[in-house]
């Protein structure tokens, strides 16, 4: 940590990680198996993020959650058997995928966690730095080495950063968290704005051919205080991301803020610094770089795979599978590994929207992989907005969740595709308080969780925010004046969906359409209503 940094400047949780290093609280895990929750002093609990587990909603149950680490999302069919059994054995039956292409474990114990993450090891899985102040699991194409829309297979250059990283006692005491993205796919399957630092595909003239490389972005991140990451004037070839990398990693580490976290992430010290210093400062930590190529980031497929599509192999294909609001049973992930090995060659993607998609499929075994049953329930073409339908935990099992988003989400989406038939897919995100774990800023329709009182009641009401996009064009969702019960959701979303559908060109996108017609229009039509926070109807 930049030594220009004193005490008196320090939040009191960085007094502590210059104490207590985050990745020391593992050797620790032994102990507390034998003394138990209760032993843990609370500011040691904060600290077992650094493991990758966190304390469940009530905190003082003694309940974990636990992220297991798969960079781009890339596993095979026997670490997906792995996972689903630790989720029946510890988990209580409930398997969840993340937005970063992971895999989240509940109601694990401290009694347990030892024995859960040396399982974990033998399958050359982790759960160490998926949370806390350090690199988290690094996204990426999920469709890496099989994509014909990417410029170059990604997945060495993921696993070079990622093991870099990973436990490195270097970077184990970051400002904040801090989210790598590596793609070289053209329709941002990475996400690459909404992360610290990420990696897009780009190409440049090396004196008469073509050379692929990529662009880098930095200071992205949603939360309360969202930013999108900025575009420096650099050209990085492949073997030169980890330093790269490691140098915005080494500019986060010394000069981040550590005074308050709430304005800690490295999207606060980029907006500060502004783009040039950033890109000055990190030039004398790497040595002289190219200046930027051409980007051939085209759009932004909103990180769906859904179908059947050939892979840039002759002969195979991949099937993106739906998983409603990305939450499985250890038997259906069995069932899907077991898909995996009998119709392809293990081989399992998790996507950023929390769904899977199967590789490496023969032509010839496509049909008979359909007919499974379990390939039906979990469906390569699902409904509009059951498979496009995004929801954080909610307060099930988060402590900051302010209203209960999986099952509300849920019986949403069910209901909507019920009365509402589209040709094109309306991106709808729930998050259950202030933060974004839900990603609502990125989303069509995006609804953020709070309380408020209505006929003198507390009641659960949701705020509106409306054309969020990534890709060339990207920007946040706006937020609407005024909030809605949960139970009169509905219809204001139907009278939403119903003004985009009478309206709105063939086949053209709702964020398109927001665009053309304007925020604006959306908030007429919710200002129609009679006090939208005790609405009773129009």
């Known amino acids: 940590m930049n030594r220009a940094w004193v005490n008196d400047e320090l939040s009191d949780f960085e007094k502590l990680k210059l104490e207590k290093d985050g990745l020391d609280i593992i050797n620790r895990l032994p102990e507390y198996k034998e003394t138990g929750?209760?032993?843990?002093?609370?500011?040691?609990?904060?600290?077992?993020?650094?493991?990758?587990?966190?304390?469940?909603?009530?905190?003082?149950a003694g309940y974990f959650l636990m992220r297991v680490k798969t960079p781009s999302g890339i596993l095979n069919s026997d670490q997906a058997r792995v996972l689903a059994r630790l989720s029946k054995d510890y988990g209580r039956g409930i398997?969840?995928?993340?937005?970063?292409?992971?895999?989240?474990?509940?109601?694990?114990?401290?009694?347990?966690?030892?024995?859960?993450?040396?399982?974990?090891?033998?399958?050359?899985?982790?759960a160490i730095g998926a949370e806390g102040d350090c690199p988290r699991t690094i996204m990426g194409n999920p469709l890496a080495g099989l994509d014909p829309n990417e410029t170059m297979d990604t997945q060495d250059i993921v696993k070079e950063v990622?093991?870099?990283?990973?436990?490195?006692?270097?970077?184990?005491?970051?400002?904040?968290?801090?989210?790598?993205?590596?793609?070289?796919?053209?329709?941002?399957?990475g996400y690459a704005q909404i992360n610290d630092l990420a990696f897009t595909p780009a190409v440049k003239k090396d004196g008469v051919k073509d050379v692929y490389g990529f662009h880098v972005?930095?200071?992205?991140?949603?939360?309360?205080?969202?930013?999108?990451?900025?575009?420096?004037?650099?050209?990085?070839?492949?073997?030169?991301?980890?330093?790269?990398?490691?140098?915005?990693?080494?500019?986060?580490?010394?000069?981040?803020?550590?005074?308050?976290?709430?304005?800690?992430?490295?999207?606060?010290?980029v907006a500060d610094w502004g783009v040039e210093r950033f890109e000055a400062e990190l030039l004398k930590l790497t040595g002289s770089l190219e200046t930027a190529g051409t980007d051939l980031m085209r759009g932004w497929n909103g990180g769906y795979f859904y179908g059947v599509h050939p892979q840039k192999q002759t002969g195979l294909n991949y099937v993106g599978l739906s998983v409603p609001l990305g939450r499985l049973t250890?038997?259906?992930?069995?069932?899907?590994?077991?898909c995996a090995d009998v119709y392809g060659n293990g081989s399992l993607r998790v996507s950023p929207s929390k769904n899977?998609?199967?590789?490496?499929?023969?032509?010839?075994?496509?049909?008979?992989?359909?007919?499974?049953?379990?390939?039906?329930?979990?469906?390569?073409?699902?409904?509009?907005?059951?498979?496009?339908?995004?929801?954080?935990?909610?307060?099930?099992?988060?402590?900051?969740?302010?209203?209960?988003?999986?099952?509300?989400?849920?019986?949403?989406?069910?209901?909507?595709d019920e009365k509402v038939q589209l040709d094109t897919p309306i991106r709808i995100h729930v998050t259950g308080c202030p933060n974004s774990c839900g990603q609502l800023q990125i989303a069509d329709i995006g609804l953020r969780g709070a309380i408020g009182r209505q006929n003198g009641k507390t009641v659960e009401k949701f705020e509106l925010y409306i054309g969020g996009s990534?890709?060339?064009?990207?920007?946040?969702?706006?937020?609407?004046?005024?909030?809605v019960p949960a139970d009169k959701l509905e219809e204001v979303l139907l009278d939403f969906i119903n003004f985009f559908k009478s309206n709105k060109h063939s086949h053209e996108s709702f964020h398109d359409f927001a665009v053309r017609h304007g925020v604006g229009a959306f908030q007429q039509l919710l200002d129609s209503y009679d006090n939208p926070l005790g609405l009773t109807g129009k």
Not at 53 to 60: A, I, Y
Not at 470 to 483: D, R
């Open 330 to 338: 250890p038997e259906e992930l069995i069932e899907i590994a077991k």
């Open 470 to 483: 990534l890709g060339v064009n990207a920007g946040f969702a706006t937020a609407l004046k005024g909030a």
């Open 37 to 60: 929750f209760e032993s843990i002093d609370i500011q040691e609990r904060t600290l077992l993020k650094w493991a990758g587990v966190n304390v469940q909603r009530p905190r003082e």
């Open 95 to 126: 398997l969840d995928l993340t937005t970063r292409q992971s895999f989240q474990l509940h109601w694990l114990t401290i009694e347990t966690i030892p024995e859960v993450m040396e399982i974990l090891r033998e399958a050359q899985l982790t």
């Open 217 to 269: 972005y930095v200071g992205g991140g949603l939360s309360a205080k969202p930013h999108l990451a900025q575009k420096l004037n650099l050209f990085v070839y492949p073997d030169e991301v980890l330093k790269v990398a490691i140098a915005v990693t080494t500019l986060f580490r010394d000069y981040g803020y550590r005074k308050n976290r709430h304005h800690a992430r490295l999207k606060f010290l």
């Open 356 to 416: 899977l998609v199967l590789a490496n499929i023969p032509d010839e075994n496509i049909q008979s992989l359909l007919a499974e049953s379990t390939i039906k329930r979990f469906t390569p073409n699902p409904n509009s907005f059951a498979g496009y339908t995004v929801s954080c935990t909610g307060k099930e099992f988060c402590n900051l969740a302010l209203v209960e988003t999986k099952d509300f989400s849920s019986k949403l989406a069910q209901s909507l």
């Open 162 to 189: 990622s093991d870099y990283f990973q436990g490195n006692r270097e970077f184990s005491n970051l400002p904040r968290k801090y989210k790598i993205s590596i793609s070289a796919n053209v329709d941002n399957a």
